[in-house]
């Protein structure tokens, strides 16, 4: 199994070792940053319970997995991507198979807990969000999906759905970040519609949070337009207010995050497109201000374009709600059947299915 860190500078020499009581495996990196933290198959396997990242004497980076089961050789190499200044650290973690983990005491049945999806249905109250042409408002037809969401994740075992509003109610876009961290949230997902000057404009799009560029002019533009509810609406915020926080280790902390967002997004993406029209295939990034969370996985959905008017006519029906909020959360159960945390009732039925 590995384990991908990107850097932002060489490190000259690395160290790694592990710790036993619980088991650890430590990689120390002087003089580093990382750019992103590539997850992805830690996740999968469910081996890694929990990575942490500290800095040590100004510089130096220190990586703590704690991972179920023991480590055995853990072994490393360093190289840099060709024709690009990244360069990517690979941890080969050596771990024992699935099977010997399996022998570590199981978790209690009893402690086992749902998945959180917080879902907001975006705009609301005083916000009406964008318009169609037959006048349809936006926060209506983001509440009605919500719902239908809501309602089919709540029959699946091992989630527990959350919703920001269940009414034509007006939220700053901090108010439900801070829901959505205060439900301990695993997902955050905002569901909007769309809306272009180019009646033309159509089919859904699947965005994350941008911690640096926008990764389209249109994301830019749409963020800046889903960003305005708090300044039209609402009272004026303080933006930074955790400044005694490192900013090298909320950047790491965000990182991982946005890591899972754009895995989850992807899996949403795949079912959207078995039910409607994609404007984009992949996720989009930019910087919307409702996923914002450090520390929770965000995902907004522009269901589809308000601005045309067929997909304003389909945003009207209940039949085209429901099967977007099908999608959405096939999407999701997909995502977290193999992302599970593995203090989940979800990671203890798909272990039972595995074995
Ligand atoms: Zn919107």
Redo the contacts with the bound molecule.
């Keep these: 199994m590995k384990l991908h860190l990107d850097l932002d500078s060489l490190p000259e020499t690395h160290n790694i070792f592990t710790l036993e009581n619980p088991h650890r495996i430590v990689i120390d990196l002087p003089s580093s940053r990382v750019s992103t933290l590539l997850s992805k198959e830690l996740k999968a396997r469910g081996t890694v319970r929990r990575i942490r990242y500290g800095k040590r004497n100004y510089d130096d980076l220190r990586v703590v997995l704690d991972v179920n089961g023991k480590p055995g050789e853990v072994s490393s190499r360093i190289y840099q991507f060709k024709g690009s200044n990244k360069k990517r650290l690979v941890v080969d973690l050596g771990m024992a198979p699935i099977t010997a983990v399996e022998q570590d005491k199981p978790v209690d049945a009893a402690d086992l807990r749902d998945i959180v999806v917080v879902i907001d249905a975006?705009?609301g109250g005083k916000d009406p969000?964008?318009l169609g042409h037959r006048k349809t408002q936006?926060k209506d037809v983001?509440l009605k999906i919500a719902t239908e969401l809501y309602k089919k994740l709540r029959r699946v075992k091992g989630f527990n759905p959350v919703l920001i509003r269940d009414a034509d109610q007006y939220l700053s876009l901090t108010a439900r970040v801070q829901m959505a961290r205060k439900s301990r949230a695993d997902l955050l997902v905002s569901i909007?519609?769309d809306a272009f000057p180019d009646k033309s404009a159509h089919g859904s799009s699947v965005y994350a949070l941008s911690t640096k560029k926008p990764s389209s002019r249109a994301a830019e533009l749409l963020a800046r337009t889903?960003n305005q509810a708090d300044k039209l609406f609402g009272e004026i915020e303080v933006s930074d207010t955790r400044p005694h926080l490192n900013k090298t280790l909320i950047d790491l902390a965000q990182n991982a995050v946005l890591e899972s967002s754009i895995e989850c997004g992807d899996v949403i993406l795949q079912h959207l497109d078995k039910v409607t029209d994609l404007h984009k295939p992949t996720v989009e990034q930019g910087g919307f201000a409702v996923l914002r969370a450090p520390d929770v996985p965000s995902l907004l959905i522009e269901t589809a374009f308000i601005s045309n008017p067929r997909e304003e006519r389909k945003l009207r029906s209940r039949r085209y709600q429901r099967k977007i909020a099908k999608a959405l959360s096939d999407g999701v159960v997909d995502y977290f059947m193999a992302n599970a945390p593995p203090d989940s009732v979800i990671a203890s039925l798909v272990t039972k299915q595995a074995g």
């Design positions: 975006g705009h969000g964008a936006e983001t909007h519609a889903e």
